[in-house]
């Protein structure tokens, strides 16, 4: 799981409570105690360089990419779904992972939104890995939750 914050903390509670193991990305060692607490293994890295995630891949089924809520620089947060999702999906070639989950939705740009939708598709077109866009708003977890983990439920049925 690469993003998600908050949200991402109470689906990852779900996932393990019914026996799914998660490992759960931040950039920060603060946030350590917060994720293990949730019961997912954390992993310190950044989408930002994604060297930094190459290995996070390790036995994963399910790569989330959960940026849909990502602030900063306008430019580097259009990277996070252009750029540097691409790079993340050509590294999911030669790993265990059989699906994505890209948040389409948000406050992120629109643009930058159909762009990594965009690279989603082309994932699936090129290497034929399975995907669902996540479209529920992520500032309304009471939805958000249940449509991610039914687009877990999804992807993985693909297999």
Do not use: Q
């Not at 580097?76 to 948040?103: C, F, N, P, Q, W």
Request: aromatic letters at 4%; glycine letters at 10%; a negative charge.
């Amino acid at each position: 799981m690469v993003g998600g914050g908050c949200r991402g903390l109470e689906l990852t509670r779900g996932l393990v409570a019914d026996g799914h193991a998660v490992r759960a990305v931040t950039r920060t060692p603060a946030r350590r105690e917060a994720i293990e607490a949730a019961g997912a293994e954390c992993w310190i890295g950044t989408p930002d360089r994604i060297g930094t995630l190459r290995y996070a891949l390790e036995n994963v089924t399910v790569l989330l990419w959960l940026l849909g809520t990502a602030t900063g620089d306008p430019e580097g947060v259009a990277a996070l779904h252009g750029s540097r999702l691409k790079m993340m999906l050509e590294k999911t070639t030669d790993t265990t992972v059989r699906g994505v989950i890209y948040e389409a939705a948000g406050p992120v740009a629109p643009e930058a939104l159909a762009a990594g939708a965009a690279e989603v598709r082309w994932a699936h077109e090129t290497n034929e890995i399975p995907f669902r866009l996540l479209e529920a708003d992520p500032r309304d977890r009471a939805a958000w939750v249940p449509a991610a983990r039914a687009a877990i439920d999804l992807v993985l049925s693909d297999r």
